[in-house]
């Protein structure tokens, strides 16, 4: 007998039901189970008396084992799942489960030795059954906009970006890197004359960050396009791209998302605003930020949360564009008018989920720019790029974990990646 869903069940048809044992609860007369899968939860009833082979089979089982179970799914106003329960005719244990080594309330670092079965709690499915959606309307915005998508390599004959922050691995005789993100492949992919490319893929970085919103292994969300005028092209589409994305992800998702997590999906209007990185600082002092000397240079983590309070104050709006940083802490790529990056980095709830930026696509100004920086010999490969021609182009990066633990208001990214990477942590 076929496999039915329990999401998709009907009334009065026989079928087979599998899943997940997830609760038991056995008395005089009766035994119930809780049998969930992917797509729901339903009651199977059994009648000790009419059925002393089902409650045979069921002896030393406890919840977390799994089951396959024919019968059919009844119209009963006693249950309260869905006011339907399900009466069988058979029970296979396809495993049996131990007791359980964790529980719901251990602390996160606990929960992670034991991830597969941390996974199974409904709230964390739906963590990824949201960022699947999110990331899947990004994926649509960008194909319906002529955008293709490519894979590009995660072993690497040079540091992506600099000589700093890479994972450094043995190839064979020679020394290799993990990609810290796909930025020079992206561009090769302009110089190819592929016009719009995005990817979405594992980036590698290798900081020593114990912060909630950092790992050393992640998933980006990277795009590139040719024939922009400036880096206003490139933060337009950024805010279309997410106006869809977040508009898609609230239709589906929106009500749960406020029971589950008691929070609210905002879809932003365009276009976001902009602020140099100076006049931001200007504004944060008001709420009693004390500038440093650094602050010139970047955004701090205090100051970044500031801006989140700023944006709402100032123009009552969840994202904010800064532009406008200096050369020192912007990459070689970017392309600097009056010795300014054409960058900039977009803050959500005060954390930064983007940098993008027009890049430098002329060889003579790129190779001076890396030269400045000490990279010329270590990015020799990406400057032959751009020896023979290339048009104007640009683009920005994502990291879908930071995106996910943003918009459902959760502490720590810990939780959002499948299995978390860091300094501290390997395994499983």
Not at 242 to 252: F, G
Not at 326 to 348: S, T
Request: negative net charge; contains cysteine; aromatic residues 12%.
């Amino acid at each position: 007998m076929n496999r039915v869903k329990i999401g998709e069940l009907k009334f009065n048809e026989p079928c087979t039901i599998k899943g997940w044992l997830e609760k038991i609860r056995d008395s005089k007369y009766m035994m119930f189970l809780v049998v969930k899968d992917i797509t729901g939860k339903i009651q199977v009833t059994i009648e000790k008396e009419k059925m002393p082979k089902l409650v045979e089979k069921l002896k030393g089982v406890i919840a977390n084992s799994v089951v396959s179970v024919q019968g059919t799914a009844l119209k009963s106003e006693y249950v309260k799942m869905g006011g339907m329960e399900f009466i069988p005719t058979d029970i296979e244990v396809l495993s049996v489960a131990e007791a359980l080594p964790i529980m719901d309330d251990a602390n996160i670092d606990n929960k992670l030795d034991y991830r597969w079965i941390d996974l199974r709690s409904d709230r964390n499915i739906l963590i990824f059954k949201i960022q699947s959606c999110f990331t899947n309307a990004m994926r649509e915005f960008l194909v319906k906009n002529d955008f293709t998508e490519i894979h590009t390599p995660k072993l690497i004959g040079a540091a992506s970006e600099s000589g700093a922050d890479v994972f450094e691995v043995k190839y064979f005789d020679k020394k290799a890197y993990l990609a810290q993100s796909p930025q020079f492949y992206k561009q090769m992919a302009m110089a190819a004359g592929f016009e719009r490319i995005f990817e979405s893929g594992p980036v590698f970085r290798a900081e020593q960050s114990f912060t909630n919103r950092h790992s050393t292994e992640f998933s980006g969300f990277d795009l590139e396009f040719s024939y922009i005028d400036s880096v206003e092209d490139v933060m337009s589409l950024e805010e279309d791209l997410l106006i869809y994305a977040l508009q898609k992800t609230k239709e589906q998702y929106g009500e749960v998302v406020k029971e589950v997590f008691g929070t609210e999906i905002i879809v932003p209007t365009k276009p976001f605003p902009r602020m140099k990185l100076c006049d931001v600082y200007k504004e944060i002092v008001k709420y009693g930020y004390v500038e440093t000397e650094e602050d010139k240079l970047d955004l701090s983590t205090e100051a970044e949360k500031l801006v989140y309070k700023l944006a709402k104050d100032k123009f009552n709006h969840e994202f904010m564009f800064i532009t406008d940083y200096p050369k020192d802490k912007r990459a070689f790529y970017h392309m600097r008018k009056n010795g300014i990056p054409q960058g900039y980095d977009l803050i959500w709830r005060g954390v930064e989920i983007t940098t993008g930026a027009q890049r430098e696509h002329r060889y003579e100004y790129l190779k001076q720019q890396a030269d400045e920086k000490g990279l010329g010999e270590d990015v020799k490969f990406y400057l032959e790029f751009f020896k023979y021609g290339c048009p104007p182009h640009g683009g920005f990066g994502l990291g879908l974990d930071r995106i996910t633990m943003l918009l459902l208001n959760i502490p720590t990214i810990k939780e959002v990646e499948f299995l978390f990477r860091g300094p501290n942590r390997i395994t499983p």
